[in-house]
């Protein structure tokens, strides 16, 4: 089993201030009054001196993945990942988090009444999380095509408990084997993660067509985020 511990530059995850303002609620072609785009531009400072971006991955086989995906016993009874572990050809476990420092000053901006700032590095910090999950990802499809792993029809895609009928409660068993606690990621007794921004989950590989489902899962009725639908779009383009 390959587990493997990273630090990632913080250069490699810099949002950008489009990205920023997006989850801040401003869609791409309204243009930001100057106040916004200052406490963006500020946030986007302080993201490149307090992220600390560090990640644990490690190869599983399917048979060592399938009691983590069952985890407590609480998915739904049918998800989109049923079919995927299937089909899959190989398996990654990973988590990724940008520290504590950042979180820790988020809280202090809300604490102190700022309350435009702290949204601002939070969703900036968000954004950041998400770019170093994507990252991790990548190294890994880069891993796979040097040992000649991954044909030209096949392709990587991220999934985490909490979402899409996988139960939060899996994180139990995913944090055991990976033991995401050496980069400093805790599990609380609700089965989130400190730092709060942090990702955990499985970088799944197979062909690409293995990705493609449908969004009409009991569950997708209470979703806002729609993601999946992203998510099969950059398959396709990976
Ligand atoms: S619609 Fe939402 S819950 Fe349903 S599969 Fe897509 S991302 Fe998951």
């Known amino acids: 089993m390959m587990r493997k511990i990273a630090d990632i530059p913080v250069e490699k995850i810099n949002p950008s201030i489009e990205k920023v303002l997006k989850g801040q609620g401003i869609p791409d072609q309204v243009k930001a009054n100057k106040r916004t785009i200052d406490l963006a531009r500020?946030?986007?400072?302080?993201?490149?001196?307090?992220?600390?971006?560090?990640?644990?991955?490690?190869?599983?086989?399917?048979?060592?993945?399938?009691?983590?995906?069952?985890?407590?016993?609480?998915?739904?009874?049918?998800?989109?990942?049923?079919?995927?572990?299937?089909?899959?050809?190989?398996?990654?476990?990973?988590?990724?988090?940008?520290?504590?420092?950042?979180?820790?000053?988020?809280?202090?901006?809300?604490?102190?009444?700022?309350?435009?700032?702290?949204?601002?590095?939070?969703s900036t910090a968000s954004e950041g999380t998400e770019l170093l999950a994507n990252q991790v990802e990548q190294s890994h499809r880069e891993y796979l095509l040097k040992k000649n792993r991954l044909a030209s029809s096949h392709s990587t895609c991220q999934f985490s408990p909490g979402y899409c009928g996988w139960h939060v409660s899996a994180q139990k068993k995913l944090f055991q084997t990976l033991r995401p606690e050496e980069i400093g990621i805790s599990l609380n007794d609700s089965f989130l993660m400190e730092p709060l921004k942090s990702i955990s989950g499985a970088i799944i590989v197979g062909e690409r067509e293995i990705f493609v489902f449908e969004d009409d899962f009991e569950f997708c009725v209470e979703c806002r985020t729609r993601s999946c639908r992203d998510r099969i779009r950059a398959v396709k383009e990976k």
């Open 42 to 122: 500020k946030a986007l400072s302080s993201f490149m001196v307090l992220a600390r971006p560090s990640a644990v991955t490690m190869e599983i086989t399917g048979d060592q993945f399938k009691p983590i995906y069952a985890g407590e016993g609480l998915n739904a009874d049918d998800t989109p990942l049923d079919d995927i572990i299937e089909r899959a050809d190989s398996f990654a476990l990973f988590a990724v988090t940008i520290g504590e420092t950042i979180c820790a000053e988020i809280g202090r901006l809300f604490e102190s009444g700022d309350y435009a700032q702290g949204a601002m590095l939070d």
